[in-house]
C-alpha cells in the first residue's frame, strides 16, 4: 500500500490561511508602531540610528514575508536589507556612529519599498478573498504609517544634506522632531509648531498632506467599510 502523509486528503479547514496572513500583517503593524515608539523616544545619536536602520531591515523583510511574495522578490528584498544593515553596523564599529543623512537615505530607502509590497499583497488578498477582513485593515494601516516614516526620513536628509535649516522654529532637530512633523501633516493636523523654510520643504508637505487626507477618505474609509468579519 502507499504510504500517505499525515493529514493527507483532509478537508482543509476554511479561514486558516486568513488567520495566518491576518498574524503576519498584525506582525508588521507591530513592527512599525514599535519602530515609530522607538524613534520618539530614542535620543538622536549614533546607536540609535543603527536601531533604527535595523527596525527598517526587519520591517522590509517582514512585509514580503506577509506578503508572500515571489521567491526571486523576497531574496532580493532579504538581501538589500541585510547589506544596508551590515554597512551601518560596520560604520558605526568603525567610526563610532552612523552619519545623519546616511542614516535618512537608508531608512528611506528600506521603508519606501515595503508599502509597495504590502499593497501587492492586499489587492491579491481582497481579489482572492472577495471581501476585506482585518488583516487587509492591518495591511492599510501599516501603509498608512510607513509613509508618514518615509517622509520623516525624508525631511532629514534635507536637514543633514543642507547641514540645517528646515525647520523655521527649531534650528537642530532631533528624529523624533522630523517623525512628529511628518504625521503631523500626514493626518492634516497641522498644529503649526514646526514650519519648513525652504520651498522644497513645502512642497513636499503638501504633498504629504495631500495623500494623507486621500488616503483616509478613500482607501481606509472603503476598508473599514467594507470590513467582514472572519467566518
Do not use: H, K
Amino acid at each position: 500500500m502507499e504510504a500517505r502523509a499525515p493529514g493527507a486528503g483532509l478537508p482543509r479547514r476554511p479561514g486558516v490561511g486568513r488567520a495566518v496572513q491576518g498574524r503576519r500583517f498584525g506582525l508588521v503593524l507591530l513592527l512599525v508602531l514599535s519602530s515609530a515608539c522607538f524613534q520618539v523616544a530614542a535620543p538622536d545619536a549614533g546607536w540609535a540610528r543603527l536601531v533604527t536602520i535595523l527596525f527598517g531591515a526587519v520591517i522590509l523583510i517582514a512585509a514580503v514575508w506577509a506578503g508572500r511574495a515571489r521567491r526571486l522578490l523576497a531574496r532580493a528584498a532579504a538581501a538589500a536589507a541585510t547589506l544596508v544593515a551590515l554597512a551601518a553596523a560596520v560604520d558605526f564599529a568603525v567610526e563610532g556612529s552612523v552619519p545623519a543623512l546616511l542614516a535618512a537615505i537608508a531608512n528611506g530607502l528600506l521603508v519606501a519599498f515595503a508599502p509597495m509590497v504590502i499593497a501587492a499583497a492586499i489587492v491579491r488578498n481582497v481579489r482572492d478573498e472577495g471581501a476585506v477582513t482585518l488583516p487587509t485593515l492591518s495591511g492599510v494601516l501599516s501603509i498608512y504609517l510607513l509613509v508618514g516614516m518615509f517622509f520623516s526620513f525624508l525631511y532629514a536628509a534635507i536637514q543633514a544634506a543642507d547641514d540645517g535649516g528646515f525647520f523655521a522654529q527649531v534650528s537642530d532637530p532631533e528624529r523624533s522632531d522630523f517623525l512628529y512633523f511628518s504625521y503631523i501633516t500626514l493626518s492634516t493636523t497641522g498644529y503649526g509648531d514646526l514650519t519648513p523654510t525652504a520651498d522644497l520643504g513645502r512642497t513636499l508637505a503638501v504633498t504629504e498632506a495631500l495623500f494623507g487626507q486621500i488616503y483616509l477618505v478613500t482607501i481606509v474609509a472603503l476598508i473599514v467599510a467594507n470590513l467582514r468579519p472572519r467566518r
